[in-house]
């Protein structure tokens, strides 16, 4: 579990303990209920990281929402957008590994995540990778419920693939900008696992 699970769940357990001490028990049975589903919000589950050094795997877990094109400095690329339910496990993940070149914070709107004007208007921070097999680029996406973004890397930093990166609290978007030419292995519908599942893979080292 990350720390800021810790943050919100604990008061929670502990109003949960009180109200039952009181025998205020169908209060007390709220708050626990309320307690551990924020626990599970925030939990951090380990997971195996694909070896195959070509792979872009998933930054977040949820469900493809959309896939398509999109303009990056006048250049077109790729994008996959994943929502994330609150039932998701909500901390992100490097796509590759490499070193992040670019980090912007955009304020915005909080339209529902699933919708595809989430990816321009809403709130968002966008981190920038580049590694041996090139760039993607990363959007956490805030919703209609999460409106805290968390980034934990600087610029500058260097990324294993699949190390985590940050986490957006109680429902959000996470889109993947890759290069033209990478080979995407996902669609729309599908469920993916950030650390786990491979969207696709880069272009073959020159």
């Not at 209920?33 to 925030?42: G, P, R, Y």
């Not at 990056?72 to 994008?79: I, K, L, P």
Request: hydrophobic share 45%; charged share 25%; no cysteine.
């Amino acid at each position: 579990m990350v720390k800021e699970g810790y943050w919100y769940g604990l008061p929670l357990v502990l109003v949960a303990g009180g109200l039952l001490g009181l025998r205020v028990y169908w209060l007390g049975a709220i708050f626990l209920i309320l307690a551990l589903l924020v626990l599970n919000f925030f939990r951090d589950p380990e997971r195996p990281i694909p070896s195959d050094e070509r792979a872009i795997i998933s930054p977040a877990d949820g469900r493809v929402v959309q896939i398509a094109e999109e303009s990056v400095g006048g250049q077109a690329r790729q994008r996959v957008s994943i929502f994330m339910s609150p039932l998701d496990v909500h901390v992100n993940r490097s796509p590759i590994a490499g070193t992040i070149q670019a980090v912007t914070y955009k304020k915005g709107f909080f339209h529902v995540a699933s919708q595809p004007l989430a990816s321009i208007e809403n709130e968002q921070n966008v981190f920038t990778v580049r590694g041996e097999q090139g760039e993607v680029i990363v959007k956490q996406i805030a919703g209609l419920l999460a409106r805290r973004i968390v980034f934990w890397k600087r610029l500058g930093d260097t990324l294993a693939r699949g190390e985590r990166v940050g986490l957006i609290k109680f429902g959000s978007r996470v889109d993947v900008v890759v290069e033209p030419e990478a080979e995407l292995r996902v669609k729309a519908g599908d469920r993916v696992r950030a650390g786990s599942s491979i969207l696709g893979f880069t272009r073959p080292k020159s």
